[in-house]
């Protein structure tokens, strides 16, 4: 059975552990080795679109997998409350 390419399917099923460190290699040690890794700066306007609702598509390993980041879940009601 062929999967839409949209649909939730798709994508791997586990969730992704995501953790807030300090930057530097010693945070990055801490967090644990990988088979490889890259760092991703983003940019204002890149924030501000995934506060508007956007989803942030992000080829890594040189087009070898793919990253979708969404912002906080709300209304922009709500998210100009966060801030």
């Known amino acids: 059975m062929d999967i839409p390419f949209d649909s939730p399917n798709r994508a791997y099923e586990s969730v992704p552990n995501v953790c807030i ?3 530097g290699q010693a945070a990055r040690d801490t967090f644990g080795h990988r088979y490889g890794s890259q760092i991703l700066t983003l940019t204002a306007e890149q924030l501000d679109a995934l506060s508007e609702g956007k989803q942030l ?9 793919a990253l979708f ?8 009601q709500d998210l100009g409350e966060m801030r």
């Open 57 to 65: 598509g992000i080829s890594i390993m040189e087009g070898e997998y």
């Open 69 to 76: 980041i969404n912002g906080p879940q709300g209304t922009s």
């Open 21 to 23: 460190i300090e930057p």
